[in-house]
């Protein structure tokens, strides 16, 4: 698990939750499927920079305002 992405993986669920979307619906936005997204979210796969984009633009956020912490 890479370092402080216990924080980005609680403001990917809380995000998530917050706009009332599934692990499904935003990995279908994102062009991944739900499993790879679940992963992400748990930290158990690593967030790649064009993904991290994909991922902001769906809860309308620049990258740095969702992942800053994670690139610490």
Do not use: H
Not at 16 to 45: D, F, H, L, P
């Amino acid at each position: 698990m890479a370092k402080s992405s216990t924080n980005v993986n609680f403001k990917l669920q809380n995000l998530r939750k917050a706009n009332n979307m599934s692990y499904e619906s935003v990995a279908k936005e994102v062009g991944i499927c739900k499993a790879y997204y679940w992963q992400i979210e748990n930290g158990n796969r690593r967030l790649y920079y064009d993904l991290a984009l994909k991922i902001a633009e769906v809860f309308k956020l620049k990258p740095d305002e969702l992942f800053y912490e994670y690139y610490k």
